[in-house]
């Protein structure tokens, strides 16, 4: 009888069983990570951090409905913030960018709370838009006659984006509040 080219020995199959469940394991993984990942030093650097509703403002441009304030904590430090924005935006020698003489809107809704209306400029061309919906969104303030802006991400050295001007915002899902949660937490 005619012996095989070779045998397969019991720990050579052992290994490929658990090779292939190592296999299996990291497809699983992949599977059902979260589909984004919150640059935590963009959140700890700017100075406001919202979940928000990204709406059209009418003129061609993008505003936010503030739904959550996670950054200024404080209702004192983000009426601070919201005055002296605008208190920059009226000093400034260049009109605002939406035609409104303030950088933001306060309507009165129900329950006598004010929702806030801030004008988003630059949003559509940052990494993680998907147009209409509510986004977790690191936002700078106005300065020097520039209108409210996505905070740009931290770029550590050795590390390259794809843009010069790397401006993440991301879509608020459940896994991203979480992140953003544990980001400012700290």
């Given at each position: 009888?005619?012996?095989?080219?070779?045998?397969l020995?019991?720990?050579?199959?052992?290994?490929?069983?658990?090779?292939?469940?190592?296999?299996?394991?990291?497809?699983?993984?992949?599977?059902?990570?979260?589909?984004?990942?919150?640059?935590r030093?963009?959140l700890?650097?700017?100075?406001?951090v919202?979940?928000?509703r990204?709406?059209p403002?009418g003129?061609?441009?993008?505003?936010?409905?503030?739904?959550?304030r996670?950054?200024?904590?404080?209702?004192?430090?983000?009426?601070?913030?919201?005055?002296?924005?605008?208190?920059?935006q009226?000093?400034?020698?260049?009109?605002?960018?939406?035609?409104?003489?303030?950088?933001?809107?306060?309507?009165?809704?129900?329950?006598?709370?004010?929702?806030?209306y801030?004008?988003?400029?630059?949003?559509?061309?940052?990494?993680g838009?998907?147009?209409?919906g509510?986004?977790?969104?690191?936002?700078?303030?106005?300065?020097?006659?520039?209108?409210?802006?996505?905070?740009?991400?931290?770029?550590?050295?050795?590390?390259?984006?794809?843009?010069?001007?790397?401006?993440?915002?991301?879509?608020?899902?459940?896994?991203?509040?979480?992140?953003?949660?544990?980001?400012?937490?700290?």
């Amino acid at each position: 009888m005619a012996e095989a080219p070779f045998k397969l020995s019991k720990a050579l199959l052992a290994g490929l069983g658990v090779y292939a469940l190592w296999l299996a394991a990291l497809a699983w993984l992949a599977w059902t990570s979260p589909g984004g990942v919150v640059v935590r030093a963009q959140l700890q650097a700017a100075p406001a951090v919202v979940i928000g509703r990204v709406v059209p403002d009418g003129a061609g441009g993008w505003q936010v409905r503030i739904l959550e304030r996670l950054k200024p904590v404080s209702q004192e430090d983000w009426l601070r913030l919201l005055h002296d924005s605008t208190r920059q935006q009226r000093e400034s020698k260049k009109p605002p960018a939406n035609g409104k003489s303030q950088d933001h809107d306060q309507i009165a809704a129900e329950g006598g709370e004010t929702e806030v209306y801030l004008p988003i400029v630059g949003i559509e061309r940052s990494p993680g838009w998907q147009g209409t919906g509510d986004y977790l969104l690191a936002l700078v303030p106005p300065q020097g006659g520039k209108p409210w802006r996505i905070a740009p991400a931290v770029v550590y050295p050795g590390v390259f984006t794809q843009a010069d001007d790397h401006r993440p915002v991301y879509p608020a899902t459940p896994s991203i509040r979480r992140q953003a949660y544990s980001a400012l937490s700290r």
